[in-house]
């Protein structure tokens, strides 16, 4: 699974910033849970292009900002913005314990493979006193793809957790004072084509699942997103999310 989200976000770096607009909203809410005020060290788990790093640039100041990623590509956007640049796996951080002020992570933790395990160690690198805010996409997140994918056996989609899960995972994290946020959001594009290839440019088709693209089942897809999902702004696609914030005891 990892080596197809290199493949698919690697190839989405160049056209990332332009097409991931709800991944920057949600980028600017997460940021809103931080505390204002200086931070010695930051770490921004699956940082992609930067959209969180922009973020915070105007509400903290910092020391080091490390922006880390698993997809080289997408940290070389980020190239001469400031941050720290290292390419590595969030679920397995690079980093001693307690060395890090602040704690970000937005629109990345949804794809780890085990994150039962790995969410919880990602709080070891976290100093005693220091701040954390994390936002998931959680399922419902393109239910109107999924909904259509199943009916017409054209493309697969990742099935995403529910924010009951997170909820849980992150209440039994020993030492955190934890408090939870969602939210919802829609798109709407001209056409089914148009969001297929927008939602392609965000690399966001990294599937566990091999994807059919037979002419017949495309053009079944087509047909039954637009009877289905087309009101007066368009082609719908929903997105919902999850947000932890809060501090380390």
């Known amino acids: 699974m990892k080596k197809r989200i290199r493949q698919c976000f690697g190839k989405a770096a160049a056209s990332y910033s332009e097409a991931a607009s709800v991944q920057r909203i949600v980028a600017g809410n997460c940021a809103g849970f931080c505390p204002q005020g200086n ?51 969030g679920e397995e951080l690079p980093f001693a314990d307690e060395c890090f002020d602040l704690l970000v992570s937005s629109s990345a933790m949804q794809w780890y493979g085990e994150p039962e395990k790995s969410i919880p160690q990602s709080f070891n690198v976290l100093k005693s006193g220091g701040r954390f805010a994390i936002a998931i996409f959680t399922q419902g997140t393109l239910s109107e793809l999924a909904d259509v994918s199943s009916r017409t056996g054209f493309g697969s989609v990742k099935q995403l957790r529910p924010c009951s899960f997170y909820e849980e995972l992150f209440g039994n994290i020993p030492g955190i004072k934890v408090d ?33 693209w037979g002419k017949d089942k495309y053009r079944r897809f087509v047909e039954e997103y637009e009877k289905l999902y087309r009101g007066g702004s368009g082609i719908k696609a929903s997105y919902r999310v999850f947000f932890a914030y809060g501090e380390k005891l």
């Open 39 to 89: 931070y010695n060290r930051v770490l921004d788990i699956g940082s992609g292009v930067g959209f969180l790093h922009d973020e915070l640039c105007g509400r903290i100041t910092c020391g080091d900002y490390i922006s880390l990623d698993l997809v080289r590509p997408m940290l070389m956007e980020q190239q001469g913005a400031g941050a720290l640049l290292v390419a590595a796996d």
């Open 180 to 212: 939870y946020a969602r939210e919802e959001h829609e798109q709407f594009f001209p056409s089914v084509k148009h969001f297929l290839k927008k939602h392609k440019q965000t690399g966001a088709v990294a599937s566990s699942e091999d994807i059919s």
